[in-house]
């Protein structure tokens, strides 16, 4: 199959990514150019100085990577019948696949919109489906360009399964971007490497070598056998990420004061308003917090006021942090673990204190895990032998390493 490239990016984790004409159509939309004033870290650039990229270059390499995964398995086994329907869908899929994030990503849908909006289950996922439709629409792009069943198809695969529940033939498509199956999908290939070298932190995976050593067997993408220590490495370096940088206790303030800013500035600006109108969520970014900053509007007063602490580095402060014993687990609970519950250990001299100083308590039942809570995710990926490539397998922990840790799992109590 020979694909006709048309443009060629140069990127620090990549080098040189080579894209088609069709990629382009979409990237040079309003819609995908905003993704360059929204910052992939999010608060974690607050404490980290590094952490500057943008979601504009995250986006263009997890279209570049789902690219040559699928070219790869395309190449390797033309029993597959892979066609340009197929890897043109994929492609595009890995470049839309966060259209929908609005300011500060994860602050935006995990916190913000709860708060302001009770009960909505509205979250960036949908939204980058329907920014998708919505690029296509607004800019007048070709059925050459993106055609009504290759929109489809590709808001699938942005969702990780066809909501029809229709069975796709070629279902190991659905394992590139957003793989459902282990979690191991174009996505993170790009955002651990990325977030690694802008953080300045060592990463230990190898992302190439391991798309290298993939092929379908059964309808999903499986590995060669000698590559589970090295995807054992992806999701250790991706636990120590979540660890030391996205749940970052100052960066955890500083996305509390970042939600509180939003919250007092929703009424007067209609922030939240933005998800139901995909134009005015195309105008909807980082920039934000400069529209508050700069106004003078009283409405405002309170947001700008906040604004200011951060700019001041007046912080919020974390109280105390505790690492639960896994023992206690069933005992204390996200329900339970709440602001009253804090408060009724306090003595009424320390009650009278917290009205005197009108604090504020936030309470975080943060839970990390290598991917899918206590289980290790190493057991839900199949592998392959170099002497039998069409037979699939798991591997036990035996096969791999005695280091390979028996806890997957860990929670931690924070009091901001």
Request: contains cysteine; aromatic residues 10%; neutral net charge.
């Amino acid at each position: 199959m020979r694909q006709q490239y048309d443009k060629v990016v140069t990127d620090p984790i990549h080098g040189q990514m080579r894209m088609d004409s069709y990629c382009w159509a979409l990237i040079d939309t309003p819609q995908f150019q905003r993704l360059r004033d929204l910052k992939q870290l999010g608060s974690a650039y607050f404490v980290f100085p590094g952490a500057s990229h943008n979601r504009f270059e995250h986006s263009l390499g997890v279209g570049h990577l789902a690219n040559m995964q699928a070219m790869h398995l395309h190449h390797l086994q033309r029993d597959l019948d892979m066609d340009q329907f197929d890897i043109k869908c994929v492609t595009l899929a890995g470049l839309a696949h966060d259209l929908g994030h609005g300011p500060f990503s994860h602050i935006f849908d995990g916190h913000f919109i709860p708060r302001v909006r009770p009960g909505s289950n509205w979250k960036h996922e949908d939204a980058s489906e329907r920014m998708l439709e919505h690029a296509a629409k607004a800019n007048g792009l070709t059925e050459d360009q993106i055609s009504e069943d290759e929109l489809k198809f590709i808001k699938a695969l942005i969702r990780g399964h066809e909501s029809n529940g229709s069975a796709n033939q070629k279902q190991f498509l659905f394992d590139i971007v957003n793989n459902k199956r282990n979690s191991i999908d174009v996505d993170k290939f790009d955002y651990i490497g990325r977030d690694s070298l802008y953080l300045g932190m060592k990463c230990g995976f190898d992302y190439q070598r391991s798309m290298q050593f993939t092929r379908v067997v059964d309808n999903q993408i499986c590995w060669n056998k000698n590559e589970a220590l090295n995807l054992n490495e992806l999701f250790h370096t991706r636990y120590n990420l979540f660890k030391q940088v996205y749940c970052h206790k100052v960066g955890k303030t500083v996305e509390l004061m970042l939600t509180d800013v939003l919250c007092l500035a929703d009424e007067h600006l209609g922030i939240s308003a933005a998800i139901d109108d995909n134009e005015q969520y195309t105008y909807l970014t980082d920039a934000i917090l400069r529209e508050i900053e700069r106004s003078k509007a009283p409405e405002l007063k309170d947001a700008r006021a906040l604004m200011k602490r951060i700019r001041l580095r007046d912080l919020y402060r974390c109280a105390d942090t505790f690492l639960l014993p896994t023992e206690m687990a069933t005992r204390v609970t996200k329900q339970n673990f709440t602001k009253e519950r804090i408060l009724s250990y306090a003595t009424e001299s320390e009650m009278n204190e917290i009205r005197k100083s009108r604090t504020e308590i936030y309470t975080d039942y943060l839970v990390l895990s290598w991917c899918f809570g206590k289980e290790n995710p190493i057991d839900r990926c199949r592998f392959y032998n170099k002497f039998d490539v069409d037979t699939s397998f798991t591997l036990s922990r035996s096969q791999l390493s005695q280091f390979i840790p028996h806890v997957f799992q860990e929670i931690t109590l924070r009091v901001f």
